[in-house]
């Protein structure tokens, strides 16, 4: 009797605590709510020790309060919502307690895979965000199998990064960057790809590719060959140097420097054109716009680059700093850093967390449009 009694007034509390949220961010949603929340769940070792718990159980108390946050973004109109679960850096820990916390996390990971999960009951889509071939291969393979049984879900989208530092992020990124342009550049430096002309000058092969012409007919070692690579812009790039520099004359005159071999074929390929073979203008053309690297490509690289960045950094524990976390999508974002240890987050917390958002959201507009 009194167990049903006890069940019947926690449904009751839960409906009103449920009725008490809806009002509650209907009043919020007058104003503008974070499309993207990113979270650092910091002190949950600290709070196990204040509590006086056993090692891990402050992880654990912290992986509760996740679950009621994802659930408050979640009714709130949240779209996006990134957790900081495990550094690369905290690979550095004792093995016991990175074992424990891989244990842990294989858990939970295994656990959003239930169909009363959260993650199921609000349509939610999950990414592991990080470097995942440092994780042991159980738990690579568990998070390889949320992702693809979550793959159809749209409602919203629950990035979780680990084994993960922002640095490790842009290094794979521009390394990624570099390569698929080499890649695209790389056909344009064959013999044949560009005209499918090639013909001998001094018993040389020259192609109206540039690449190889200079490597055999002036021996450029490779590092030179690089620089004489971009050379088809080298004018234009010259010509910037001076225009944004111009007491900077070794700068110029380097960059004239590395043009000088680059001039004689074109004076090769000009006194051609009288024998009617005319200069492949366009795969020049070609070469020059590959050859750029912009940001969008390094961008386009980046583990983060399925959701759109940060409206607002949340950091539990009072600590104002990032961390190595998401450095490069956080320019313009909002770092909100209450007190309260994570196990200690609460509806409040996030709730002041929006009305700093909305406090300051003119503000943060602004700077991204002049960004």
């Known amino acids: 009797m009194d167990k049903h009694r006890g069940s019947r007034l926690s449904e009751l509390f839960g409906s009103l605590g449920s009725f008490f949220r809806k009002c509650l961010f209907c009043i919020l949603s007058m104003g503008p709510i974070p499309n993207h929340f990113a979270f650092i769940m910091d002190g949950n070792r600290r709070y196990a ?12 108390a912290g992986f509760s309060v996740l679950m009621s946050m994802l659930k408050y973004c979640y009714e ?31 858990e939970k990971i295994e656990g959003l895979l239930k169909e009363e999960s959260l993650v199921n009951k609000y349509g939610i889509r999950v990414y592991f965000i990080g470097n995942l071939k440092l994780l042991s ?3 690579r393979v568990a998070a390889e199998k949320v992702m693809k049984a979550t793959a159809n879900n749209t409602k919203c ?33 064959s013999p044949k790809s ?47 140097v001076e225009r944004t520099d111009k007491k900077s004359g070794v700068a110029g005159h380097a960059v004239h420097g590395s043009c ?34 912009k940001v969008v490509d390094i961008e386009s690289h980046m583990y983060m680059s399925v959701a759109p960045n940060p ?42 967390a929006v009305l700093d958002f909305q406090r300051n959201h003119s503000y943060l507009e602004k700077k991204k449009k002049q960004f």
């Open 260 to 293: 000088d071999k680059w001039g004689e074929v074109q004076s090769l390929e000009a006194s051609r054109t009288g024998d009617g073979v005319i200069p492949n203008v366009k795969s020049e053309k070609l070469l020059v716009d590959l050859s750029i690297l």
């Open 76 to 106: 709130l109109g949240v779209t996006y919502v990134t957790i900081y679960a495990f550094s690369i850096e905290n690979f550095k820990r004792k093995p016991d307690e990175v074992q424990n916390l891989m244990d842990l996390i294989l």
């Open 311 to 352: 409206d607002i950094v949340i950091r539990s524990s009072g600590e104002t700093r990032l961390s190595n976390f998401l450095l490069w999508q956080t320019s313009n974002c909002l770092l909100y850093s209450p007190n309260a240890l994570w196990p200690d987050m609460r509806l409040w917390h996030l709730v002041w």
């Open 137 to 139: 291969k159980p738990v």
């Open 194 to 240: 560009c005209s499918g002309r090639v013909e001998e000058v001094d018993g040389k092969s020259i192609d109206d590719g540039i690449g190889h012409s200079v490597q055999e007919l002036f021996g450029v070692q490779t590092n030179e060959l690089r620089a004489t690579r971009a050379s088809t812009f080298c004018n234009d790039v010259a010509e910037g």
């Open 157 to 189: 989208v629950l990035l979780i990064c680990i084994a993960y530092t922002s640095c490790d992020e842009i290094v794979q990124a521009v390394h990624e960057s570099c390569k698929n342009k080499w890649e695209e550049i790389q056909p344009c430096n």
């Open 49 to 60: 020790k204040k509590e006086k718990l056993e090692e891990g159980a402050g992880h654990r």
